[in-house]
């Protein structure tokens, strides 16, 4: 479930003093043994760790597993445990190189260890009932024996009295006229009676008033036809909680038949109910904001679909997305992004009705269900409140954050009659309105359903696009302003399929980035650049450097360094003709990773730059904490650069900044001899754009090196 490369367990035995079980994956379980229960290393650790436990290559925690233990890339771990007593550990770990463990997969292990404590709890319960029932046999015969043989059973009443005193269960014992005449001291801890408080009275004082009289008079029957009752039942405490618990009741006689006394063994059920109502919330919510689920939504859609059929009424969905979330997860991390979602879900839900039903399906992805819509009028209305209440601003921490969303709409029964025909129909419209510009909302029309088939289709033939050979490189020169020389080049990438003609990058890189195929195609894109830049100059071509973009995803699955190593050592480029470009989401948030990809980077000769300065959360700390040697000025800024004072003044500091930092610049987006000019005016002597070159293809570009100059 967790793809892990090795996995243990241990649970303790109902002392809690040693280990009952203990069993590994792709281990060997001795390798363990030493280290199960000591506290102060791994993976005994565990046994006091109130919380999932995740590390990572490097981690000190990790350099106290046993020495032989295979290498670790990343461990999660956690304590098995209930409400009240730890039951034992759990861990899983995967290989150096492999994937961090994530925020999902700890909420599976989290629930995985849920079902393990109730499932542990479920298998020591009968092996409990049967151990104290022997126990208060052989208490009830040394009571019944003492008057006899009270020199020969000393032994065993204090063998007994050790049971009684030390069990975890609930132990009471009443004479024949059920009066009691004995708790024990779980008796105490689970009822919160004292023994002084309790002795000569009833049992009918812990009643919780859950039960009638028949329920009483039926456990009694039982008792007196067959001298025992089991069952479960809810009793009340001392301080008015009501709890449940298992419980057995035997009739105890003498010699000659005669009823003597009660005794009852009793388990608090208290933390299983509730780990097993846990389990249920969990498999019908979500378990970041507690709205239902995907599951849950569809049970209630199909109910209300039914009402509304029966009353000839109709229904909303509002599909919605929180816009461009993965910008604040990218800049200040995944739990700023995650605590967006729960306000969203707050705001949302308080927009919602009392017969309206509002869930979260997956990631940014939300739905509300409106049953009391009369006409479109209340459903727009409904839509803009949502949108107002997302675009409010979010404290996160220190910043404040401005998010949008984008809502599709479906309509029961004019959009379908089906749960799924409504989501799909909804789906449709929120896709229709992103592409429009985001922050904003759609109703579903036929033809929508066209569109989302085009994107589908899109996604399926991108998966093809590489192996069909229809990805293509072309290049944009970087020209120096003062003589035309061509010093370098931008690596830019395109697509013509076969089937449906060229696309946009401005389409199929956002895919490539959702679907996780920008890992297979940056690859590409990196070693396809090394190679053509290898044979120009084995063409006798003047020697440049050749930039690549490298998206955040790629750069923070900690692969770059490797795929770039791999590219150089197979084109045999020398690393200071390749240049990487990233943007600064990647260096936002966790940095860690970015700053040890990033060091890799400048040790193999790579020079790095920072693409589209400016246009993000821009920091100068970034700036001097990264080993970067170039800045690019963003094209919205120079396209502007004469006509616009703002647009000039960022342009100017921010070359004055590089000069500053010993960085180099260029200029994307030159369009004229305006912007040329101006450019040059205030410091920046590199240059690409339209007014030099259009990205050209390998042959042309090979033309434009041989020339050595771009006349303008």
């Not at 993976?43 to 760790?49: C, E, N």
């Not at 009340?236 to 105890?252: D, T």
């Not at 816009?323 to 879900?345: M, P, T």
């Not at 409904?382 to 404290?395: N, V």
Request: charged content about 25%; hydrophobic content about 40%; some cysteine.
């Amino acid at each position: 479930m967790l793809h892990a490369d090795f996995a243990a367990l241990c649970l303790l035995d109902r002392g809690e003093r040693g280990v009952r079980h203990l069993d590994t994956w792709a281990l060997a379980p001795e390798l363990l043994a030493s280290h199960a229960l000591d506290e102060g290393q791994l993976p005994g650790m565990l046994l006091r760790a109130r919380a999932p436990l995740r590390l990572a290559q490097g981690d000190p925690l990790l350099g106290g597993m046993p020495s032989c233990h295979p290498p670790m890339g990343s461990f999660l771990g956690l304590q098995v445990h209930d409400l009240q007593h730890p039951h034992g550990w759990l861990y899983c770990a995967r290989r150096p190189g492999a994937p961090s463990f994530t925020d999902e997969e700890e909420r599976w292990a989290t629930a995985l260890a849920a079902q393990l404590a109730v499932a542990y709890e479920n298998l020591n319960l009968y092996d409990v009932v049967q151990r104290h029932a022997t126990q208060l046999q052989l208490e009830a015969m040394a009571r019944a024996d003492a008057d006899k043989a009270l020199r020969e059973s000393e032994h065993r009443l204090e063998l007994a009295r050790q049971v009684f005193d030390s069990t975890q269960e609930g132990i009471l014992m009443t004479d024949a006229e059920a009066r009691i005449v004995a708790i024990n001291p779980a008796f105490e801890q689970i009822t919160g009676y004292r023994e002084s408080e309790i002795l000569d009275r009833n049992p009918r004082i812990l009643r919780s008033g859950r039960h009638d009289a028949s329920f009483y008079r039926d456990m009694w029957h039982r008792l007196e036809q067959e001298g025992q009752w089991r069952g479960e039942i809810w009793n009340r405490r001392k301080n008015g909680e009501v709890y449940p618990e298992r419980l057995s009741i035997s009739a105890v006689h003498d010699e000659s038949g005669k009823l003597t006394a009660y005794v009852s063994v009793s388990t608090d059920l208290s933390a299983l109910k509730a780990a097993h109502h846990q389990l249920d919330f969990l498999s019908n919510h979500d378990a970041l904001t507690l709205l239902p689920n995907r599951s849950l939504f569809n049970d209630r859609l199909q109910q209300a679909m039914a009402a509304a059929r029966l009353g000839d009424g109709q229904l909303a969905v509002l599909l919605f997305n929180v816009d461009r979330l993965s910008r604040i997860n990218d800049s200040l991390g995944h739990a700023a992004g995650d605590a967006v979602l729960r306000e969203v879900a707050r705001r949302v839900g308080g927009i919602a009705g009392p017969t309206d039903t509002l869930a979260r399906l997956s990631g940014d992805e939300f739905v509300l269900l409106l049953t009391n819509c009369k006409d479109n009028d209340d459903i727009i209305l409904a839509a803009r409140r949502l949108i107002d209440a997302i675009a409010q601003p979010h404290s996160v921490g220190e910043h404040d954050v401005v998010v949008t969303g984008s809502v599709g709409i479906s309509i029961f029964p004019r959009d379908g009659n089906a749960p799924g025909d409504l989501l799909k129909a909804a789906d449709a419209a929120l896709t229709e309105m992103k592409g429009a510009g985001r922050n904003g909302f759609r109703f579903f029309k036929g033809e929508m359903n066209a569109q989302a088939l085009r994107w589908l289709a899109l996604e399926t033939r991108l998966r093809r696009a590489i192996e069909r050979d229809e990805l293509a490189l072309h290049y944009q020169p970087q020209v120096s302003r003062i003589d035309g020389s061509v010093v370098g080049m931008e690596a830019l990438l395109r697509w013509r399929s076969e089937e449906i003609g060229t696309v946009s990058p401005a389409d199929f890189i956002p895919m490539a980035e959702d679907t996780g195929l920008i890992h297979p195609i940056g690859e590409w894109v990196i070693r396809q650049a090394c190679l053509q830049n290898k044979a120009w100059q084995n063409a006798g071509l003047p020697p440049v450097r050749v930039a690549v973009n490298v998206s955040a995803n790629q750069f923070k699955s900690g692969s770059v360094s490797t795929v770039v190593r791999k590219a150089l050592a197979e084109s045999g480029l020398a690393p200071r003709y390749l240049e990487v470009e990233l943007t600064e989401s990647v260096m936002l948030g966790d940095s860690s990773v970015a700053e040890t990809e990033m060091a890799e980077l400048r040790a193999l000769g790579v020079s790095l730059s920072l693409d589209d300065f400016g246009t993000g959360y821009s920091s100068l700390g970034y700036l001097s904490r990264f080993p970067l040697d170039k800045l690019k000025i963003d094209q919205t800024f120079v396209r502007n650069i004469t006509t616009e004072q703002r647009s000039a003044a960022i342009a100017q500091a921010t070359i004055a900044l590089a000069q500053g930092l010993s960085l180099s610049v260029v200029a994307e987006g030159v369009e004229t001899i305006g912007q040329r000019d101006f450019l040059g005016l205030i410091g920046c002597d590199v240059m690409q754009g339209y007014l030099y070159s259009r990205p050209v293809t390998a042959h042309e570009m090979a033309a434009l090196l041989a020339k050595g100059r771009v006349a303008v």
